[in-house]
C-alpha cells in the first residue's frame, strides 16, 4: 500500500488528524501528517504548497507513489501542489475533503492574503480551476462533502465535477476528517484498484 500523507487546513495543526490518522494507521498504512507553517490564512496557499513539496520530497524515495488528502484549505494547497508543483507525478489517489473548491463567502470575513485565495472568483481559484480536468486527470481522485457545512459556504463549493464526488451528511465541518462514514470511505478507496 502506498503511504498517505494528510494536510490540514486553517487554524489546524497536524493533530487535527488523530482519529484518522489512527484509523488508518490500524487499516495498516503508513501515515504521514504534517505542520503547514503558518496555518492562519496569512501566507499565500502556493506557499504552503510548496511545503508538501518539499516534504514529500525529502521524506519518499523518488520513484514511489504516495496518496495525499487535503481537508478544508488543505484542499487547495494539495490541490496546487498536484496541478501546479508536478505532484501529480508523485501521487497515486487524491481525496479533497470540504474544501473551498470554488470559494466560501466566509473568507470575506478576514483580509490575509491565504483567506482571500479562497473567496470565489479569486484569481487564484480561477487559475486553479481552469485546467483542472487535465492537470489532474492522471490520478485518481475523490471529493468528499457534507451539505450541512458552515465553513465552507455555500457547502456545494467542495464540488468539482466531473471528479467522483460523494456527499456525507456529517453534521459539521470539522467532523468530515473524523466521522466513522468518511473515514470507511477514503479507506475503501484507498483499496481499490
Known amino acids: ?66 496518496n495525499l488528502l487535503g481537508f478544508s484549505m488543505g484542499g487547495l494547497v494539495t490541490r496546487y501542489y498536484l496541478q501546479k508543483l508536478g505532484g501529480v507525478e508523485k501521487v497515486d489517489k487524491y481525496i479533497n475533503v470540504s474544501a473551498p473548491n470554488n470559494g466560501t463567502i466566509m473568507a470575506y470575513l478576514l483580509p490575509f492574503l491565504g483567506i482571500k485565495q479562497m473567496r470565489p472568483q479569486s484569481d487564484f481559484l480561477l487559475d486553479l480551476n481552469k485546467d483542472i480536468n487535465e492537470s489532474l486527470s492522471k490520478v485518481k481522485c475523490l471529493f468528499l462533502w457534507t451539505p450541512f457545512d458552515l465553513m465552507i459556504f455555500p457547502p456545494k463549493s467542495s464540488i468539482m465535477k466531473p471528479f467522483p464526488v460523494e456527499r456525507i451528511p456529517v453534521l459539521t465541518h470539522k467532523w468530515m476528517i473524523s466521522d466513522r462514514r468518511v473515514l470507511e470511505r477514503v479507506n475503501k478507496f484507498l483499496k481499490e484498484k
Open 1 to 66: 500500500m502506498n503511504p498517505i500523507v494528510l494536510i490540514h487546513g486553517f487554524m489546524d495543526q497536524s493533530a487535527v488528524f488523530n482519529s484518522m490518522f489512527l484509523y488508518l494507521e490500524n487499516q495498516g498504512y503508513n501515515v504521514h501528517a504534517i505542520d503547514l507553517t503558518p496555518c492562519y490564512g496569512t501566507a499565500d496557499l502556493k506557499v504552503l504548497a510548496q511545503q508538501v513539496k518539499e516534504y514529500i520530497d525529502k521524506t519518499f524515495e523518488k520513484e514511489e507513489k504516495v
